[in-house]
Structures are given as C-alpha cells and as structure tokens.
C-alpha cells in the first residue's frame, strides 16, 4: 500500500450524495436565476434581535453554557409551549436546546433507534429523516401520502394514508415522524389527525417525533395542533422547533426538543457527545426576544401576507396552485402547461425552469426516496416582496 495514499473504508450512506437543494442552489447562482428553492428568507430579521446577541456578547457571555441550554432560555420555552399548547414542560428535566432543528432530530433517533428497529416515515418526507435512520442502524418504513387529484388528473391535495399508516405499525416500530406544518406540501396536521395518530399507536410500545419546525406559519384563522396539546402523545414524543424557522435566522442553527423525563433523559445521553452545548450569546439573546410573544403571533399574518401576494401572482401564470395552509412553501402542478416541459419529470422540469426561465424550485420527487413524479414542484415565499414580484414577471412569460 501507498504510504500517501489516503486508506478507504466503507461508507456508512453509501447511497446519499449531494442534495438536490444544493445542486438546485448552485444551478441558481450559475445562471443568476431567483431562488426560490431553498426554504430560507432573503430578507433581514428584527434588529432587536441581534442587539439582544450583541449586548449578551459584551457582556461576557460568550463562554460554555450548561450542556442542556441556559435557564432562562428553557424556561421561556417552557412558558410559551404552555401558553400555547396547555401542556408543561419542566424546563429542567424535560427541555434541551439544540444546535438547530436537524440537530434534534438526528438525536432524538440516535438516543431510541437501535438496530433493526423500524422507524416510519411519511413521504415526501425531509430529507435528513431516513440517513439518520440509517446511521443509528434502524429501517426506514416509508408509507406516501394519497395524492388526490382532480378530474383531468392535475394534484389537488394531499391526505395522511391512514389505513397504510395502521399496516406498518408493529411489533419492531420504535418510532413514527409525523411533521406538521409539512414540508414540502404545505399540509396541516388537524387535532382529528393527532387524535387518528393516538388511537394507532395507543397499545403499543412506538414512540413519537414531531417535526414542527413551522410550527408558527399555520394560515387562514386556523391553528397549529403540536402533539404537546394532546396529553396521549406528549408522553411518548419527541417535540422538535427551530428558533431559525420562527425568527428568520436560519443560520444561526438554534432549537429545541421538548420530551417527557424518560426520554429527555436518553435524549441528553446522545446530546453531550454530538455537539455538547449550543451557541452562548445567541441562546441569551433569543432568551430575552422569547419573552415578547408578539414576535411569533405575529408570524401567521406576516407569512400569510407573503402566501396571498405570491398566490395572487401565481394565478395569473398557468401553474396549478395547490393549497397551502401552512410552511412558507407554495406547491404547484405544472403537468397542464401547454408546452414541451410539461412531460418533464420533475427533476429535469426545475432544472429548466431555473436555466431558461430564471426561476429556481424544488421538484417534490426528491421528497421521496424512490422517485415518485406527480407533476408537482416547490417554490418558496419567504422572500421580500420585490423578490417574489421579479420571479412572478418571469414565471408569466411560460
């Protein structure tokens, strides 16, 4: 053996490679198209904000906090989940902050996935979900939403697929990801929904992850329903959120996982060897923004201000708008297009619609591990609004 030569070893994803949001974002950059497909704003957060992080920064907090956050930021998470939800946490035994909301998924399965568990997922389904999965030694069960479409075909919503839900519950299922608010279609999870969920699960052994990481972006008067509402499955959840999401500032990779003590306990095992503690001065400063409710009841009307705008745009291109009660993504069918692209499949349709139209999405194919094509792509609207005005100008030209 070459004493230079780098040793090889097997992979441990031997079958993920580059994501399709990179390749969509760089394709954007390449031909100065508007992004439009990874799920971040392009305008500013609060400025209040970042004084708050500026001020814990001066003031020396810029130190190790404790490995499970600082107090006054759990406690304020505490608080709100109350408030809103009706169920405590003890923000000493049962609350962890996290370096983001990804972070605290891939914990969460690493601390109860052992190998040969079953892990479910439902698909269209993040991506970080199934290579967690994988690292932790578990098999991905991947059930589909129902596609439900109108009479000439086009996507009109989705449904959760109850009845495939209840065949891949069994014996080895040691965890169920639910996300709501979902990425990418938009769907909300109502409490009939949570209540369907805790009578499949009541006589077994299967825990909860629930992804809520848009948790505050649920439109039109309606509201979120976290498994934090509902006392059957707080107790055997994991209950993911990003202050990313919430705050426009995703990279500052912040979150949290709220969980009864048995499972925080397992959580905080896997949690100080994976990245110990999180971000000082941030956590201080998101601490003291936290204590304003207003910054996140006001998020609803904000974001749905940017949906209508976008989607009153969108009406006038040809595009077969889908609903969206929540996220900040908007889904739409392109299959009725009259032109060539509309035969597409998803992944080549973004890709044109990015180098020819100058407008780049996200096809909803690369939700699922097998390719599923549905004639639907991603777009998202969590851009200002001259942002979504360029990208409109040119999506009326197809």
Not at 31 to 60: S, T, W, Y
Not at 157 to 185: C, F, G, M, V
């Amino acid at each position: 053996m070459n004493p230079l030569e780098t040793p090889s070893f097997p992979s441990r994803l031997p079958t993920v490679g580059t994501t399709i949001f990179t390749v969509m974002s760089a394709l954007a950059a390449e031909h100065k198209a508007i992004n439009l497909g990874q799920g971040f704003p392009d305008f500013p957060c609060d400025r209040k904000l970042i004084a708050e992080v500026n001020e814990a920064m001066l003031a020396n907090r810029n130190q190790y906090p404790p490995m499970i956050g600082i107090a006054e930021l759990r406690n304020g998470i505490s608080q709100k989940i109350q408030n809103l939800y009706g169920h405590h946490y003890d923000p000493d035994t049962e609350i962890t902050i996290t370096a983001g909301g990804t972070q605290g998924i891939l914990t969460a399965i690493l601390a109860c996935v052992s190998p040969g568990d079953e892990v479910i997922i439902i698909e269209p389904a993040y991506d970080s979900y199934r290579p967690s999965i994988e690292l932790a030694g578990g098999k991905t069960i991947a059930i589909s939403l129902q596609v439900i479409r109108e009479e000439h075909g086009q996507v009109a919503s989705y449904e959760i697929p109850w009845d495939a839900l209840a065949k891949a519950i069994n014996s080895k299922t040691r965890l169920i990801i639910i996300n709501t608010p979902h990425n990418p279609t938009g769907m909300v999870w109502s409490k009939a929904d949570l209540d369907s969920l805790a009578n499949l699960v009541r006589n077994t052994s299967a825990l909860i992850l629930s992804d809520e990481v848009y948790e505050h972006m649920v439109y039109d008067g309606a509201q979120h329903h976290s498994v934090a509402s509902h006392p059957e499955l707080a107790a055997r959840s994991f209950l993911v959120s990003s202050f990313g999401k919430t705050y426009h500032v995703t990279g500052w990779k912040v979150g949290y996982v709220a969980a009864p003590p048995t499972l925080t306990k397992e959580f905080r095992k896997v949690h100080q060897f994976n990245v110990f503690t999180v971000n000082t001065p941030m956590q201080y400063g998101l601490a003291t923004y936290l204590a304003d409710a207003k910054h996140y009841l006001t998020l609803p009307a904000f974001y749905q201000a940017k949906r209508d705008f976008f989607r009153v745009g969108l009406g006038k291109t040809k595009f077969k708008l889908l609903p969206t009660p929540g996220t900040y993504f908007q889904c739409v069918d392109y299959s009725a297009l009259d032109i060539p692209q509309a035969k597409f499949n998803e992944a080549d349709f973004c890709k044109w619609l990015t180098t020819e139209i100058g407008v780049a999405a996200i096809p909803v194919s690369a939700f699922y591990e097998q390719a599923t094509e549905s004639g639907v792509i991603r777009f998202c609207f969590a851009k200002q609004d001259q942002t979504l005005t360029s990208a409109l100008q040119r999506l009326e030209k197809i």
